[in-house]
């Protein structure tokens, strides 16, 4: 018995490092939320930006979709990305928890306010950054917005971006 158990054992040990090597390294941003490290896709763990093509509004309407990407793609620029693995998601996604050394990636966007925290997942581990993003008006927070899992199902529905991105009975 002890033997098929160290056996068990090692294969798990020797197995994780070559995963977990494939989860470090410069990363290139697919969109506020996702990144791809080594040809592997991951999907942040606990938030959710908006799409890249989706508008919210402010003084006037601006694409925050595309500043959320282009705001983690501007932080993590240069940098190594730790990804620890959490999950996986329906689209083949790993979803996972990642930093660029002491900096959480979902907390860097969700304390900005270019993305919003799902706490079925998180369990509120980003709630006080995004009440305080919230309390700032600091991105989304600074004018209406629809959620973007709304945004989605309304583009799946035919929607246009104008008018998925306006929806005044689902905007915040």
Known sequence: ???????????????????????????????????DIHGTRIRLWGIDA????????????YRCGALAANTLDAFA????????????????????RCAAGAVDLGRFM?????????PQYSHGAYASDQLAARRAGRGIWSGRFVEPPLYRSCMHAGGTT???????????
Not at 110 to 118: D, F, N, T
Not at 165 to 170: F, K, T, V, Y
């Open 1 to 35: 018995m002890l033997p098929h158990f160290v056996c068990i054992v090692l294969s798990f040990v020797t197995a994780w490092p070559a995963t977990a090597r494939d989860l470090v390294g410069r990363a290139s941003i697919v969109d506020g939320d996702t990144l």
């Open 110 to 118: 969700v304390s900005r306010g270019l993305a919003i925290e799902e």
């Open 50 to 61: 908006p799409e890249s093509a989706q508008l919210c509004r402010g003084r006037k309407p």
């Open 162 to 172: 104008m008018l998925c991105s306006d929806g005044e009975m689902r905007s915040r």
């Open 77 to 96: 620029r240069g940098k190594v990305i730790s990804c620890m693995p959490v999950d996986g998601d329906r689209y083949g996604r790993i979803v996972a």
